[in-house]
């Protein structure tokens, strides 16, 4: 288990991130396919949350297979593996957000999903055009990167993983401030209806799981490709 992953720079083509997926699959190709995407040069990053709520959660596979996307794990994915490997979990609250297709597979689906769920950064970092970019699903423990990224490098800690995949804190206080070491940190699990911009916080999850939309930004010039402007 790799907890904190770096990627190479991208030299060929554009580096994309998306927000919370859930299972919406088809909604995020139309998505991609609107801004050309190319699966050839460009890559998709994602703050993880592909299952449960949507029509589509057992396609997360296929799309975790393709070699041009880069999620974290999001907090349903990490409810996936306490399922399966043990530790707290309320059923009923698992079920009641969207795990239903996931408790209802035979156990042998369950762990095809698990051991690939389970081998996801909780953190990733990449080099752009823009400067370094970090991705977490929710938010970031510390206030500098370096010091999230030793300790992820370090050992799993509780502590630590439940800021990482579960906080709403700082769009809950609307924290402003940066977090040092990027330039930008791209985050998702909170919905709100357009990108936000907490210092250098963007919150990418504007519900296109839901009765949002997807919005996909270029990470290079840090600006959003979708909804087009004006749109
Ligand atoms: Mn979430």
Redesign the pocket.
């Known amino acids: 288990m790799t907890l904190f992953r770096r990627l190479a720079a991208n030299s060929k083509g554009r580096d994309l991130a998306v927000g ?1 997926i859930h299972g919406h699959f088809a909604r995020l190709q139309r998505c991609l396919d609107a801004v050309g995407f190319n699966p050839l040069v460009d890559r998709l990053f994602s703050v993880g ?1 592909l299952v449960d709520r949507g029509p589509h959660s057992e396609q997360a596979l296929h799309w975790l297979a393709q070699p041009w996307f880069h999620p974290v794990q ?3 994915e990490a409810l996936a593996v306490t399922y399966l490997r043990g530790g707290r979990l309320d059923l009923d609250m698992y079920r009641a957000a969207g795990g239903g297709w996931f408790l209802d597979l035979p156990s042998s689906e369950q762990l095809r999903f698990v051991e690939v769920f389970a081998n996801l950064p909780l953190a990733l970092e990449v080099p752009t055009e823009a400067g370094l970019i970090g991705l977490l ?1 929710a938010d970031s423990p510390f206030a500098d990167w370096p010091t999230l990224r030793r300790r992820l490098q370090a050992e799993d800690d509780p502590q630590v993983r439940e800021v990482c995949q579960w906080s709403r804190r700082r769009l809950k206080e609307g924290d402003t401030q940066r977090v040092q070491g990027l330039a930008a940190l791209l985050v ?2 909170t919905p709100v209806l357009q990108v936000k911009q907490l210092g250098n916080v963007w919150h990418l999850d504007t519900g296109g799981w839901s009765s949002g939309h997807f919005s996909l930004l270029d990470m290079n010039r840090l600006v959003l490709l979708s909804p087009a402007p004006g749109e």
Do not use: S, Y
């Open positions: 919370d949350d999001g907090n349903h699903h998702g699990h």
